[in-house]
């Protein structure tokens, strides 16, 4: 306990604390960040309604603007969208997703890049070339094309009654697929330099594992530019999700995210009813950009060829 | 180098502004693009209807929906299975060329090819004999009482023309023998194609040696193909385009709202219902089918409270209709027109009764993007069965996808809509969506209601020929499809069509656009 | 260098035969295009009939080495959709989008490289500071946004500035060009700026990176230790060291841009290949689909190509190599 | 063959060969026809070790001794040839290495307790292990508490003391010590050395130390070999080479030695150039920067033989 105590202590005397308390920008990007998480990780208790709860909705509610406008109910502080349905709260289950969809994506194609560019950087040889082609491969298809890909391809595995509820999972997957690169890239160089440290050669001397030497050794040696990378990915991810949403390859109107709502929004642009597209959007760039600021920042601190 | 630039620009802003003082010319947006400029190659609403200013029929569909002469002046049935018709004289093609029988014997061959979408339109016709050259015999294989309705969308081209450019069969996309036709075509109606560049623009302008009394005075019109609903309104309200078919409910108010625009509305034929799978057994995660159980769904019918449906999604652009046939069709029987009570308290005894107090959970899957705020009313469709206890799995699919898979069979409660274009008329309504799936019947109908009686009408319908029996047959065959909740029906687009207040333009049900009925200041 | 172009040209190869081997293992099953075709009043031995004309029916092997086999001579069918040769079609495309990448390009070099280089110049400097939010806030907005954003103002309150298509284009040969009449110009500034957005940023955020990191190099140090003028230092040494990297990622990113233009395409009913490919999804259009596909790995690599041999030339030390 | 035949050794090399393959990738070779190349780092190297000596391993840098030292590891699989080091009752002989980098030589996320455990039986249980630890550190001359620490709290010397530690957490019998000093200042250099020297003593270790500092072999060896271009061309007792050597090369480096008093200073150039290690001369490949040079040298590769002061020398020059 003291030890926490005396780490933490630590932490707030090193260098990074320092950075982060004179950057008044970052501050308020992480302050921001925290709560918006919050209110999306806490939705089903701080959201004042369900609009998941198809029961509750009530069609008569629909299209009611903020409450501050004539017309406004206090029970709909942000108005309600065409089904009745809380933009309030749909924004906070709506982020939910977002941030889910995010997170999920990068850690796919973060795990995938990372165990994929410590094999090709510790065997090297033909794995190496086989993995780094078919990098080069990867990176010849926008990510948009890989979406529309999997999206066929999940249509084709999938029997009609899942399809909506495996979307999330195809939504991630089709994002994640097409980011391991940077991560292997990353990695593979990191590891192609800490492979050949005499730590790893003391360690294979002492008849530790190729498995143990990859992961106890080397890993942590690489992961400092790969969370790096992974933040500024997560904004990506966040975003791309949204114009998968646009494109109608994004999470489905059931379980939707920013973009979803977003997109529904869109219809609704011209209609006078502002409320509908307009909060969720500034919800999801505030999202991306509190994320794009500590990420941007992150680099920066960490980056040592900075200092 | 510069210089030369901005006299180019000057000329060619100079140019724009001459010919907009002088010439009507009427600029239109849909969301859709012509699928081709060759009458045969596509069955398809939006295509027909703006190519049939280009291209006529023996007959066509005046203001009021009624069959008027256009290319044939008069016609008379030889026999139940012999018609005959006059050809109008002096009617020229766009080309020069002298309209004759030989055209339409030849337009019957190329629509009438194997391959060709139009082949099942013109199928009960067994040949066309000539007469002379301004009339000719046409000889049925069967009692058809649908042919001049058929006729209205068979368009006629010049023989010599298509021979001239080597299209003499429609859609051959093995040898693209079609290609000639993607950019211009001739036909001998009010306009002529000007010039075409498929996705981007086509120019249409007045064919001055038309055959009838001119009403219209446009001189040209322009059509853009606009995709996103919002740009397309836009388009509209920013007064780069003058008219949009289909302007979304929800921007209704605001082109109303907007000086020198207005809204145009008249009830579409479409009319929206949800289908279901009666046959089944068991549906996809239960181990019964209670869609057969009529009470079930009567329950579901009743569960759906369409005013609200029709006041928040549709705007009140809709009718809520309680049979599949719009108003504005011949036979429409009023007196069967009356919907089951939105009575959440009877839907859930009726589902009690059928031993389904607790509810169920129901797969349901509607198209994307077909039908006026579809995915809306499906989501809506979602909360209000909740309330009875059905927890409805709703699953939106790519119109491309929903077409292939619906008929297929693959879905057990889906929306669809069906209007009974291009024929008008009852019979393809029922003989597509009411009769048990048998061959060519019942296509749009799969794994769905069943029922003897309506399977024996349906063909009967489909070749009487005097009104009052078919009347009384169609009032049958609706009432027995209402009554057994065949299909739970929601309502009847409306079409709202936003232009310019200097546009005058008529509205039909049948969504056509019949430019040579417009004026514009 | 023949080992740079031997290795490219498998790796071409093996997208492209990638793309068509996964394009075709799905195209089945995003829809049958029989129905577009012969809409919905059809029998079903028309449909059947239709199905065998396109050799739908058969296997998706032997529909995909049908394709691989004409694709080799440039052949990759007709579009079911528009009924035109999909080679025409694409080159008929292929301007409008190459014309709204190429200026999006120049603005975000235009504009990138100067706010870069001010940003490293004066870190501290308030323009600095918005201009580094500024370009946090372009990579955070997704483009649809913007475009409609854009519309809303420009088009339907200001009424400035078309909301759709490319307005007038002159042709030269075979090539369609808006840059030479005033609505064409017009058309141009929304799509553009929309498709910019993002590049500017990065490219200004890339400029400034790379450009305090060479001037941390002892090679600048030593330049300034001479006496240069700070200003000297960072336009000359710095500038210059920095521009490698800008070349690199501007070309890789036109590739990107071609895939981002199917969004701005589809907001503002652009006539360029986004919109050709969304549409052909709609329609189930699966030889426009493939030939996309094709067409967009194909240019990819080729670009990932002419940006090593970019490399080559200005870089001698690789040359060495 | 004249492979030394010594009682018992604890590690026996017997024409040792290691080739590594430098062609160019596939495809360019395919495309400009370039033949496949190979380098010999290590070209039919014989010795053994008895146990509880120091054998040293000398020669210039890029000469293959590291090489050696990485294929006795097991770092390197053999092209020809192999190490023994199992002990007459078949059972391995323990060994680690000890490197020349003390930065790369320690994980820097690892705290040393950590990299210490590491070598250590699998058995033992979390106490005996930490007291183990302990024990070990201060047999280095640190202290238990800086098994907490992580690498970059200690000094190069400390580290080398810490991989020192960390070979003997082993329990090794053999230490491979690879350049172990040359990255440290003189001063230090000493401490270590004397701590090897002391451990050597106390424990009775085995060393095979690879080193290009002559004056460092002086203080520690029993037996050297000299290596030119992967080749052994003189191996004998430490006194005899270092009083009486025979081979040109052995007497070269002999003569460029460093003064101790003057360490720093820049060590005076060999005659000649080194020759490519990717284009061997022919015949004895010293033969070019050789004084005694024969024409027979620039066609025959001289073998290993006994010489006349009592060290094996590859010369043709060097008759019995």
């Known amino acids: 306990m003291s030890q926490l105590v005396l780490r933490l202590k630590a932490f707030g005397n090193s260098e990074l604390a320092w950075r982060f308390r004179n950057s008044p920008p970052v501050i308020f990007a992480a302050v921001a960040l925290i709560a918006l998480v919050f209110c999306a990780a806490a939705a089903s208790l701080i959201a004042p309604h369900n609009p998941f709860d198809p029961a509750t909705l009530n069609i008569m509610d629909a299209r009611l603007p903020p409450a501050w406008i004539d017309g406004g109910s206090s029970t709909y502080l942000l108005g309600t969208d065409e089904q009745g349905r809380d933009i309030l709260s749909t924004i906070f289950y709506g982020m939910r997703v977002s941030i889910l969809v995010g997170i999920a994506a990068v850690a796919f194609s973060m795990t995938i890049g990372v165990a994929l560019g410590l094999i090709a950087g510790y065997l090297g040889g033909w794995v190496d070339t086989v993995i780094m082609r078919l990098g080069d491969i990867q990176l010849s298809f926008p990510t948009i094309m890989i979406a529309f890909f999997i999206d066929g391809v999940a249509k084709i595995v999938m029997p009609i009654g899942m399809r909506e509820e495996m979307r999330f999972y195809v939504v991630i997957l089709a994002i994640g697929v097409a980011d391991w690169v940077q991560f292997a890239r990353t990695v593979r160089a990191a590891t192609m330099i800490e492979r050949r440290k005499d730590y790893v050669a003391a360690a294979r001397i002492s008849e530790v594992g190729n498995v143990r030497i990859l992961l106890a050794h080397i890993l942590p040696n690489t992961i400092g530019p790969v969370l790096v990378l992974a933040t500024l990915g997560l904004g990506v991810a966040i975003l791309t999700e949204a114009i998968l949403s646009f494109l109608g390859l994004g999470m489905p109107p059931s379980q939707p995210s920013l973009g979803t709502l977003i997109r529904a929004g869109n219809d609704l642009l011209l209609s006078g009813e502002w409320w509908i597209s307009l909060f969720p959007g500034a919800a999801l760039v505030l999202l991306v950009l509190a994320v794009n600021i500590v990420g941007d920042w992150l680099r920066d601190v960490l980056n040592p060829r900075l200092r | 180098m510069n210089r030369y630039l901005k006299l180019l620009l000057l000329t060619s802003c100079a140019g724009l502004a001459i010919s907009a003082a002088e010439a009507k010319t009427l600029r239109f947006a849909e969301s859709q693009e012509i699928s081709s400029m060759d009458p045969h190659a596509a069955r398809e609403d939006f295509t027909l209807s703006l190519i049939g200013n280009v291209y006529e029929g023996l007959v066509r569909w005046n203001k009021e929906l009624k069959i008027e002469p256009a290319l044939a002046e008069s016609w008379e ?39 060709s979408p139009f082949a099942g339109l013109l199928e009960p016709i067994a040949g066309i004999a000539k007469v002379d050259d301004h009339t000719i015999d046409i000889t049925l294989k069967r009692k058809y009482a649908l042919l001049l309705n058929d006729f209205a969308g068979w368009y006629i081209l010049d023989k010599e023309f298509q021979e001239s450019i080597g299209a003499q069969k429609p859609l051959d996309l093995s040898t693209n023998t079609g290609g000639a036709m993607i950019t211009q075509g001739i036909g001998t109606g009010p306009f002529k194609v000007a010039s075409r560049e498929p996705d981007v623009k086509t120019v249409f302008v007045a064919n001055e040696k038309w055959w009838d009394k001119r009403e219209h005075n446009i001189d040209e019109i322009v059509y853009t193909p606009i995709a996103n609903n919002a740009t397309r309104v836009a388009a509209l309200l920013s007064g780069e385009v003058d008219f949009i078919r289909n302007a979304p409910p929800q921007d209704v108010a605001r082109v109303e709202g907007t000086p020198g625009m207005q809204i145009m509305r008249a009830p579409h034929l479409r009319n929206i219902f949800y289908g279901m799978d009666q046959q089944s057994k068991t549906l996809p995660g239960l181990d019964s089918n209670p869609l057969a159980d009529v009470r079930v769904r009567k329950a579901i019918y009743q569960a759906i409270d369409i005013d609200g449906i029709k006041r928040s999604i549709m705007r009140d652009n809709s009718r809520p209709s309680a049979i599949m046939m719009a108003p504005q069709l011949p036979f429409y029987d009023a007196s069967l027109d009356v919907r089951f009570p939105f009575d959440i308290e009877a839907s859930k005894a009726l589902l009690k009764e059928a031993g389904y107090a607790d509810g169920f959970t129901l797969p349901m899957d509607c198209p994307a993007g077909s039908f006026i705020n579809d995915e809306q009313i499906c989501q809506a469709t979602v909360g209000m069965l909740a309330k009875v206890g059905i927890k409805a799995q709703l699953t939106m699919h790519p119109p491309v ?5 619906l008929p297929a069979g693959k879905y057990s409660f889906y929306m669809l809509g069906w209007a009974g274009l291009p024929t008008l008329d009852a019979y393809n309504i029922i003989s597509a969506t009411f009769h048990t799936p048998t061959g060519d019947l019942g296509a749009w109908n799969p794994k769905g209601y069943s029922n003897a009686r309506v399977d024996e009408l349906i063909p009967q319908i489909g070749t009487e020929y005097d009104t009052e029996k078919r009347q009384e047959m169609i009032s049958e065959v609706m009432k027995l499809h209402r009554d057994e909740v065949g299909k739970i029906m929601l309502h009847q687009q409306f079409l709202t069509w936003g232009m310019s207040d200097k546009v005058h333009a008529i509205v039909p049900a049948d969504e056509y656009t019949r430019f040579w009925y417009y004026t514009m200041d | 260098m023949i080992s740079l172009l031997a290795t490219r040209l498998t790796s071409v190869i093996l997208v492209m035969l990638v793309v068509s081997a996964l394009s075709f293992s799905i195209f089945n099953f995003l829809g049958d295009p029989v129905n577009n075709i012969l809409g919905v009043n059809a029998t079903l031995a028309q449909r059947e009939e239709l199905r065998v004309a396109l050799g739908l029916d058969q296997s998706t092997f032997v529909q995909f080495w049908r394709f691989v086999e004409r694709a080799v001579v440039g052949d990759f069918g007709i579009s079911y959709r528009n009924r035109q040769p999909v080679v025409d079609l694409i080159l008929a495309r292929l301007p409008a989008t190459l014309e709204l990448v190429m200026c999006a390009t120049v603005i975000a070099l235009a504009m990138g490289i100067p706010m870069g280089v001010y940003t490293a110049l004066k870190p501290r400097g308030l323009l600095s500071r918005s201009l580094q939010f500024g370009s946090l806030l372009g990579i955070s907005m997704p483009q649809f946004l913007i475009g409609m954003l854009l519309i809303l103002v420009f088009s339907v309150e200001l009424r400035w500035l078309s909301a759709f298509g490319r307005g007038e284009v002159v042709t030269l040969g075979w090539w369609t060009t808006g840059l030479l009449t005033t609505s064409g110009i017009k058309a141009l500034i929304m799509p553009t700026i929309t498709l910019a957005v993002f590049q500017v940023s990065m490219i200004m955020r890339l400029v400034r990176g790379e450009m305090l990191e060479v001037v941390r190099t002892d090679f600048v140090k030593f330049a300034r230790a001479r006496g240069l003028s700070d200003r000297a230092v960072y336009l000359t040494h710095a500038l210059r060291n920095s521009l490698l990297p800008v070349i690199t ?32 999804i709609e329609f189930a259009d699966f030889p426009v689909m493939a030939a996309y596909l094709a067409f967009v790995g194909f240019s990819f690599v080729t670009i990932n190509l002419v940006v090593d041999l970019i490399y080559l030339a200005v870089d001698p030390r690789l040359r060495a190599k | 063959m004249n492979a030394i035949v010594t009682e018992q050794p604890l590690l026996k090399v017997a024409n040792l060969g290691r080739t590594f393959d430098v062609s160019a990738p596939f495809l360019q070779r395919l495309a400009t026809g370039a033949p496949r190349r190979s380098v010999k780092a290590v ?31 097991g770092l390197e699989r053999p092209t020809v040839g192999a190490v023994e080091i199992r002990k007459d009752s078949g059972e391995r002989v323990r060994l680690q290495m000890v490197f020349q980098d003390p930065v790369g030589s320690l994980n820097p996320r690892w705290r040393i307790g950590q990299s210490i455990a590491e070598p250590m039986a699998r058995k033992l249980g979390r106490i005996e292990r930490r007291k183990r630890i302990g024990e070990l550190l201060v047999t280095v001359g640190l202290a238990p508490s800086d098994a907490d620490k992580y690498p970059h709290e200690f000094s190069g010397g400390q580290r080398q003391r810490i991989s020192i530690a960390r070979a003997l957490a082993a329990e090794a019998e053999l230490l491979l010590l690879d350049e172990p000093t040359s990255a440290l200042d003189v001063s230090v250099q000493a401490q270590v050395l004397n701590l090897l020297k002391d451990l050597q003593q106390k424990l009775g ?14 203080f520690l060896t029993d037996r050297i070999g000299v290596m030119y271009l992967g080749r052994l061309v003189e191996e004998g007792p430490g006194e005899i080479i270092l009083e009486n050597p025979q081979h040109p090369y052995t007497r070269l480096l002999l003569e460029t030695v460093p003064d101790l008093e003057a360490p720093k200073r820049d060590r005076a150039p060999l005659g000649g150039d080194i020759p490519s290690p990717l284009n061997p001369p022919s015949g004895c490949t010293f033969h070019p920067r050789c004084p005694l040079a024969m024409d027979v040298c620039k066609k025959e590769r001289p073998e290993l033989r006994h010489s006349a002061a009592g060290a094996n020398v590859a010369c043709h020059a060097i008759q019995d």
């Open chain 4, 43 to 73: 070209d039919g190297v014989s010795f053994a070790i008895r146990p509880g000596t120091t054998f040293s391993l000398v020669g210039e840098s890029g000469c293959g001794k590291s090489t050696v030292a990485r294929l006795v590891a």
């Open chain 2, 401 to 405: 996808q929903f077409d292939t898979e």
């Open chain 4, 205 to 218: 270790l085995t060393y095979l130390f690879i080193s290009h500092n002559l004056s460092v072999v002086r």
């Open chain 2, 77 to 115: 049935t030889l026999s139940d299975t012999q018609w005959r018709f006059h050809l109008r004289k002096g009617v020229e093609f766009h080309n020069g060329n002298p309209f004759t029988a030989d055209d339409v014997i030849f337009s019957y061959e190329r629509a009438g090819s194997p391959g």
């Open chain 3, 249 to 280: 990622i501007t070309g890789l990113q036109i590739g990107s841009l071609i895939a981002f233009a199917i969004v701005v395409e589809a907001v503002f009913q652009w006539p360029g290949m986004g919109m050709l490919i969304l549409q052909a």
